[in-house]
């Protein structure tokens, strides 16, 4: 995306305008996305999952948009008590339950942490208690499933199509409060952004770091929780599906329960981690993030876990292992990546790495405020062999999650190539970013590492 700077009036932050290629992906962003969603549920609940036979059926003339939608369940009252009290739940395990694991698991970072600096050159303390949110919600799901018996495993694909139209209320309602609340009382003006275009505005947020009261900050709970806490729940429920129908639960689907949940658990022991990541550091508040993290991440990162539901794959133990290790070499290579990095940064470079002394080049770079900020950009181990080699971790994870399906349907592989999209992206704006921030110094980092993500490719 490519904005130019403009003045903005007094205590309204940066005005920024829109090029006419970023407004058009927003407004179908913004149009089809939500479509999208609904559709590759609907065809799971309707077609079996088949992608292609919804369309065929209609351009037959065998079913007609108002039949499909006829038969898609509608928001129930069950439906929407079971949101609410679970947004509700993780809502006051993030603000009323100080972490508590980082006092006695070593190597844990948790309790109360520092941001990365923002734009207009202010640093911001979170309470990081997501890993703790997700043992509790976790312990009292197997408490109820082996003892208590309150509501059914099962609970949340039952549900599944009633809960989407919860998650679409609540990502929308929180957007819009984000945009009304970026207008009347911004967190902090200086760091807010805007377009004077509503669509893009509404999208991409206006407020860098929006928040309620002193702790209540709403990119890093929506970031995290309810969706990613919820990740791992949805799968399990779709084993407990698969358990109920089947009378088995499929080494598939153990694979794919295995590997997210590996992905899942990394994601909230390196939280404090996570607070200088692209996503805290860089965007802004808006639809983007609100509805993204409540509706894009767990309806469409959970479809394996889904279509297993209906394509229970029983894999071979020879094609099972071999999934099981590109999965975790990939996650190793994602780990290792970011930790390297997190290293660097701890030790301003005085550290080792693959058993030497780190090489990196020097930079700055200045902030809104004026002040003149040194970074150093590192250029050894996985840094060295490629720019963004987390990336290519991650999307070797990605790949394993979707190879578990077999190859009957394209459906479940909408991860990956959602994923080498989003993060190629990603490679592209950030160092478009970075190119603006710091100048030659780029070039000259660009220059010692020619590679984005594939050595000898990309």
Known sequence: LKHKPQPSPPGLGNKWEVDWFSLA???????????????????????????????????????????????????????????????????????????????????????????????????????????????????????????????????????????????????????????????????????????????????????????????????????GRPGIVAWTLINFSYAAKQQELYGQVTNSMILVNVLQGIYVLDFFWNEAWYLKTIDICHDHFGWYLGWGDC?????????????????????????????????????????????????????????????????????????VDGTKYYSKLMISGFWGVARHFNYTGDLMGSLAYCLTCGFEHILPYFYIIYMTILLTHRCIRDEHRCSSKYGNDWKRYTTAVPYRLIPGVF
């Not at 377009?195 to 900050?217: A, H, Q, S, V």
């Not at 030790?347 to 990196?360: E, L, M």
């Open 25 to 223: 992906s927003v407004l179908f962003l913004l149009t089809f996305s939500p479509l999208i969603v609904y559709y590759f549920i609907m065809s799971c609940d309707q077609y079996h999952c088949s992608l292609m036979d919804p369309i065929v059926d209609v351009l037959m003339g065998n079913s007609h948009l108002s039949d499909i939608w006829n038969k898609t369940p509608f928001l129930s009252w069950k439906a929407a008590n079971i949101y609410i009290c679970w947004v509700t739940f993780q809502v006051m395990l993030y603000i009323l339950v100080p972490d508590f694991c980082h006092k006695f698991l070593p190597g844990y970072v948790g309790g109360i942490q520092e941001g990365a600096v923002t734009p207009a050159g202010t640093v911001n303390k979170y309470e990081i208690n997501g890993l703790q949110a997700w043992i509790i919600t976790h312990a009292l799901w197997f408490v109820n499933a082996y003892y208590f018996h309150w509501f059914s495993p099962t609970i949340i694909f039952d549900n599944w199509i009633p809960l989407l139209w919860c998650a679409n209320i609540l990502g929308y309602a929180v957007s819009t409060f984000a945009m009304i609340k970026s207008y009347l009382f911004p967190s902090n003006p200086n760091d807010c952004k805007f377009t004077g275009n509503l669509f893009y505005d509404y999208m991409m947020g206006i407020e860098f770091n929006p928040r309620i009261g002193k702790w209540f900050d709403f990119k890093l709970f929506f970031n």
């Open 295 to 367: 509706v894009w991440l767990p309806y469409l990162y959970t479809l394996q876990g889904l279509y297993l539901v209906y394509h229970p794959v029983q894999l071979s133990t020879a094609n099972a292992v071999g999934i099981l290790l590109l999965g975790l070499v990939g996650y190793y290579i994602f780990r290792m990546t970011n930790h390297q990095k997190d290293l660097f940064r701890r030790t301003d470079g005085n550290c080792k790495i693959w058993g030497k002394k780190p090489q990196y080049i020097e930079c700055s770079y200045t902030s």
